[in-house]
C-alpha cells in the first residue's frame, strides 16, 4: 500500500511500525456548531483510509479527538473561543453546546456510513473529548515547563518555538519565514518571546477572566489550548510514535505543526511516521460561508431530498488531494449513479434462477482493480470507474449471480456504501416485486404491467434489463 507522506511530499510505501497493526489518529471537529460538508468530506476520507487499512489485512487502531475546548477563531491564540461564541448564539451554556453539536456530529457520521473510532474506551467513547483529558494535558504542560521549551506569561504558558530548529518543517516554513509572515497587529500578548509561540495553558485572566470554562492547576485557573490536546490523547492513548495522523490541509503550518514541536520535545520521539492530509472542498466555486448561499450541511442537503450517501459517492469521485468543487448537479448526478449500483444490489431479492445469466461479467478482475486502486494513495475515483463499467456491462449483458454478493460485499468494505445491507423494501413490497419478476418469466404481461402499476403507488419503479428488474424508490 502506497500513502502520500506530507512530511516527504511524496508518496511513499506504507509499512506498519509493528506489523500487521496499525495505530492511527485522526483530527475530530471543534463542537461549537453543525458540520458543515467541508468539514465532512475530511471525516469520509478518514473512514476510506481506514477502511483501506482493513482491507489490507491490518488491525486499525483508531482514535478521533473531539475539540471541546481551547480553540480560537484564529488558530493560533487570537480571537474569541469557538465554544464561547456558540454558547453565545445558542443562547446555551458551553457543555451545552458542546452535547448539541456532538451528538449532530454522530448523526451525520452515521448516515455517512462513517465508522466510529475504536481504539478509545473512556468516559465518552468512542470519541476522546478534549475535557476528558485535562490531567494528561497538565502533566504535559509540566513536562514541557521542566525540559526548559515552555515559559510562564502573564495571560498563558506558552512553547518557545525558537528552542526546536526544525519547527515548522511540516510546512516547510523555518521560524525566520515566519517572523516575515506574522502580523504583529494579531499578537495580543506581548509577553510572547516570539510571535509563532502558542498558548498551552490560557488562565482565566484579562480577556479570559470570564471564561466559562476553568480547572485547577499547579499554575492558576484556566484552560488548554487547542494544539495540546491532540498530544496529550495521543501519548494516553496510542503512544508515540503513531503510524498515521490525519487532518485537512488547513492543519499543516499551524496545529500539526504544533503538535510534532510539543510532542518531540516532551517525549523525545517523533509523533508521526505518516502525515495524511485532504484538501479543500470549495462550493459553487467558493469558499464556503454563512452570509453566501453555499453554505450547505448535511440536513439541509437532505432536506432538499438528498441521500447522505449520494453526498459520500460525490466525495469518493475526486481524489482526496484534489480540490474539490461542491455543485447540486454533481450531486444529482452522483444520486443517480448511487440509485444504479442500488438497483443492481436489489437483485439479490429476486429468485437466483431469474437473475442469473451465464454470460454476465466476471467480478475477480473488478475486485483486484478497485484493490489496487484504493492502495494506490486511496485511488476512489478509478475504483469507481471499476465499478461504474461493471454496472455498464451489466446493464447490456445482464449479471451473473455468481461472485455478485462477493464484489457487493468488497466494494461496501472498501467505499462505505451500503450496497450489500441493503434492505430499502418491506416484505409486501419485496412479495411484489418478486410477483411480478415471475408473471415477466411467465410471459404473462397483463399481470406484469398491473404489478409494475401497485409498485409505483408505493412510489416504487422497475425497470426490466437482461439481469431481470431492479427498482428504486421514486
Given at each position: 500500500?502506497?500513502?502520500?507522506?506530507?512530511l516527504s511530499r511524496?508518496?511513499?510505501?506504507?509499512?506498519?511500525?509493528?506489523?500487521?497493526?496499525?495505530?492511527?489518529?485522526?483530527?475530530?471537529?471543534?463542537?461549537?456548531?453543525?458540520?458543515?460538508?467541508?468539514?465532512?468530506?475530511?471525516?469520509?476520507?478518514?473512514?476510506?483510509?481506514?477502511?483501506?487499512?482493513?482491507?489490507?489485512?491490518?488491525?486499525?487502531?483508531?482514535?478521533?479527538?473531539?475539540?471541546?475546548?481551547?480553540?480560537?477563531?484564529?488558530?493560533?491564540?487570537?480571537?474569541?473561543?469557538?465554544?464561547?461564541?456558540?454558547?453565545?448564539?445558542?443562547?446555551?451554556?458551553?457543555?451545552?453546546?458542546?452535547?448539541?453539536?456532538?451528538?449532530?456530529?454522530?448523526?451525520?457520521?452515521?448516515?455517512?456510513?462513517?465508522?466510529?473510532?475504536?481504539?478509545?474506551?473512556?468516559?465518552?467513547?468512542?470519541?476522546?473529548?478534549?475535557?476528558?483529558?485535562?490531567?494528561?494535558?497538565?502533566?504535559?504542560?509540566?513536562?514541557?515547563?521542566?525540559?526548559?521549551?515552555?515559559?510562564?506569561?502573564?495571560?498563558?504558558?506558552?512553547?518557545?518555538?525558537?528552542?526546536?530548529?526544525?519547527?515548522?518543517?511540516?510546512?516547510?516554513?523555518?521560524?525566520?519565514?515566519?517572523?516575515?509572515?506574522?502580523?504583529?497587529?494579531?499578537?495580543?500578548?506581548?509577553?510572547?518571546?516570539?510571535?509563532?509561540?502558542?498558548?498551552?495553558?490560557?488562565?482565566?485572566?484579562?480577556?479570559?477572566?470570564?471564561?466559562?470554562?476553568?480547572?485547577?492547576?499547579?499554575?492558576?485557573?484556566?484552560?488548554?489550548?487547542?494544539?495540546?490536546?491532540?498530544?496529550?490523547?495521543?501519548?494516553?492513548?496510542?503512544?508515540?510514535?503513531?503510524?498515521?495522523?490525519?487532518?485537512?490541509?488547513?492543519?499543516?503550518?499551524?496545529?500539526?505543526?504544533?503538535?510534532?514541536?510539543?510532542?518531540?520535545?516532551?517525549?523525545?520521539?517523533?509523533?508521526?511516521?505518516?502525515?495524511?492530509?485532504?484538501?479543500?472542498?470549495?462550493?459553487?466555486?467558493?469558499?464556503?460561508?454563512?452570509?453566501?448561499?453555499?453554505?450547505?450541511?448535511?440536513?439541509?442537503?437532505?432536506?432538499?431530498?438528498?441521500?447522505?450517501?449520494?453526498?459520500?459517492?460525490?466525495?469518493?469521485?475526486?481524489?482526496?488531494?484534489?480540490?474539490?468543487?461542491?455543485?447540486?448537479?454533481?450531486?444529482?448526478?452522483?444520486?443517480?449513479?448511487?440509485?444504479?449500483?442500488?438497483?443492481?444490489?436489489?437483485?439479490?431479492?429476486?429468485p437466483a434462477a431469474?437473475?442469473?445469466?451465464?454470460?454476465?461479467?466476471?467480478?475477480?478482475?473488478?475486485?483486484?482493480?478497485?484493490?489496487?486502486?484504493?492502495?494506490?494513495?486511496?485511488?476512489?475515483?478509478?475504483?469507481?470507474?471499476?465499478?461504474?463499467?461493471?454496472?455498464?456491462?451489466?446493464?447490456?449483458?445482464?449479471?451473473?449471480?455468481?461472485?455478485?454478493?462477493?464484489?457487493?460485499?468488497?466494494?461496501?468494505?472498501?467505499?462505505?456504501?451500503?450496497?450489500?445491507?441493503?434492505?430499502?423494501?418491506?416484505?409486501?413490497?419485496k412479495s411484489l416485486?418478486?410477483?411480478?419478476?415471475?408473471?415477466?418469466?411467465?410471459?404473462?404481461?397483463?399481470?406484469?404491467?398491473?404489478?409494475?402499476?401497485?409498485?409505483?403507488?408505493?412510489?416504487?419503479?422497475?425497470?426490466?434489463?437482461?439481469?431481470?428488474?431492479?427498482?428504486?424508490?421514486?
Open positions: 500500500m502506497r500513502l502520500y507522506n506530507t511524496t508518496v511513499e510505501q506504507f509499512q506498519p511500525i509493528n506489523d500487521g497493526a496499525v495505530k492511527l489518529y485522526t483530527c475530530g471537529p471543534t463542537v461549537y456548531d453543525y458540520a458543515h460538508i467541508g468539514n465532512l468530506r475530511s471525516f469520509v476520507f478518514d473512514d476510506v483510509l481506514r477502511r483501506t487499512l482493513e482491507s489490507e489485512g491490518y488491525q486499525v487502531k483508531h482514535v478521533m479527538n473531539i475539540t471541546d475546548v481551547g480553540h480560537m477563531t484564529s488558530d493560533m491564540d487570537e480571537g474569541e473561543d469557538k465554544l464561547e461564541s456558540g454558547a453565545t448564539r445558542e443562547h446555551k451554556t458551553v457543555w451545552e453546546v458542546a452535547e448539541t453539536f456532538i451528538n449532530a456530529f454522530e448523526k451525520d457520521s452515521a448516515m455517512l456510513n462513517i465508522l466510529p473510532p475504536n481504539a478509545y474506551h473512556g468516559r465518552h467513547a468512542p470519541y476522546a473529548r478534549a475535557t476528558d483529558f485535562i490531567d494528561d494535558q497538565q502533566s504535559l504542560v509540566q513536562t514541557l515547563l521542566d525540559k526548559g521549551y515552555a515559559y510562564p506569561a502573564e495571560q498563558a504558558i506558552y512553547f518557545d518555538v525558537g528552542k526546536l530548529p526544525d519547527y515548522g518543517r511540516l510546512a516547510r516554513q523555518d521560524i525566520a519565514d515566519k517572523e516575515v509572515a506574522a502580523r504583529p497587529e494579531v499578537v495580543t500578548d506581548t509577553d510572547k518571546r516570539h510571535p509563532q509561540d502558542f498558548a498551552l495553558w490560557f488562565f482565566n485572566t484579562g480577556r479570559f477572566a470570564n471564561h466559562s470554562m476553568g480547572w485547577d492547576s499547579p499554575w492558576g485557573k484556566g484552560f488548554p489550548g487547542w494544539h495540546l490536546e491532540c498530544s496529550a490523547i495521543i501519548h494516553a492513548t496510542l503512544g508515540e510514535p503513531i503510524d498515521i495522523h490525519t487532518g485537512g490541509v488547513d492543519h499543516i503550518g499551524t496545529h500539526h505543526t504544533n503538535e510534532i514541536a510539543q510532542t518531540e520535545a516532551a517525549f523525545g520521539t517523533r509523533l508521526a511516521n505518516f502525515w495524511v492530509h485532504n484538501e479543500h472542498l470549495l462550493a459553487e466555486g467558493r469558499k464556503m460561508s454563512k452570509s453566501d448561499s453555499n453554505y450547505h450541511t448535511l440536513k439541509g442537503l437532505i432536506d432538499k431530498g438528498f441521500d447522505p450517501l449520494a453526498l459520500r459517492l460525490l466525495f469518493l469521485q475526486a481524489h482526496y488531494r484534489s480540490q474539490m468543487n461542491f455543485t447540486f448537479s454533481g450531486l444529482e448526478a452522483a444520486q443517480s449513479f448511487l440509485r444504479r449500483l442500488q438497483a443492481w444490489a436489489d437483485l439479490k431479492f429476486q431469474l437473475a442469473q445469466n451465464a454470460g454476465g461479467p466476471a467480478y475477480g478482475p473488478v475486485l483486484r482493480k478497485m484493490r489496487q486502486a484504493m492502495a494506490d494513495d486511496l485511488n476512489t475515483a478509478a475504483a469507481l470507474v471499476s465499478l461504474s463499467d461493471l454496472v455498464a456491462e451489466a446493464e447490456e449483458n445482464g449479471i451473473n449471480n455468481e461472485g455478485f454478493q462477493e464484489l457487493l460485499e468488497a466494494a461496501d468494505c472498501l467505499l462505505g456504501l451500503s450496497l450489500s445491507s441493503r434492505e430499502d423494501v418491506n416484505e409486501d413490497e416485486l418478486s410477483q411480478r419478476q415471475q408473471a415477466r418469466h411467465d410471459q404473462n404481461w397483463q399481470l406484469s404491467d398491473q404489478l409494475r402499476d401497485q409498485l409505483s403507488k408505493k412510489k416504487i419503479g422497475v425497470k426490466d434489463t437482461p439481469a431481470g428488474q431492479i427498482w428504486q424508490r421514486l
